[in-house]
């Protein structure tokens, strides 16, 4: 396996993000379409298959949303964490989380002062991942 950088540190999973996502996307619009389809007798359980293809969605979405916004918060805490041994205080309160995200891609050395840039000059991650010289991979995030 190569070395982690920007351009190739994002992950996508193609039978989830692409096939799972478009069959979640094609069932949903089948039920749609059968239920302005359907006979009026019909309508019922046509409608059931409407309500079970959100919650489908729903689930889709949801699951990794939670995933996610579990492993922000560990990021954050670590960074934090990192950001006090190497300088002896706690991150700055005006970081973002995007931001703090991008941050953990960076060196030990960059670290502290890119976390005060990305302050004092609004960086976004894309921005503060770009600033980067000495990437940090980071293998294990879903």
């Known amino acids: 396996m190569s070395g982690q950088n920007y351009k ?3 992950r996508y999973i193609f039978q989830w993000h692409i096939l799972t996502g478009a069959a979640v996307i094609a069932v949903v619009i089948g039920s749609i379409i059968n239920v302005v389809n359907s006979a009026k007798e019909n309508i019922y359980s046509a409608s059931l298959l409407v309500a079970v293809s959100l919650i489908l969605a729903s ?11 579990a492993q922000d918060r560990a990021i954050r805490a670590e960074e934090n964490f990192r950001h006090f ?3 002896g ?3 700055d309160k005006q970081l973002r989380m995007g931001q ?8 030990d050395e960059e670290f502290p002062l890119l976390a005060q840039k990305a302050v004092n ?3 976004n991650g894309r921005e503060i991942k770009k600033a980067i010289k ?3 991979p980071d293998y294990h995030r879903a």
């Open 8 to 10: 190739n540190h994002s």
């Open 59 to 69: 689930i889709f979405w949801y699951s990794r949303q939670f995933a996610l916004r």
């Open 85 to 87: 041994i190497l300088t």
């Open 89 to 91: 205080k706690p991150l």
């Open 100 to 107: 703090i995200i991008a941050l953990r891609f960076a060196s």
């Open 121 to 123: 000059e609004g960086l």
């Open 134 to 136: 000495s990437w940090r």
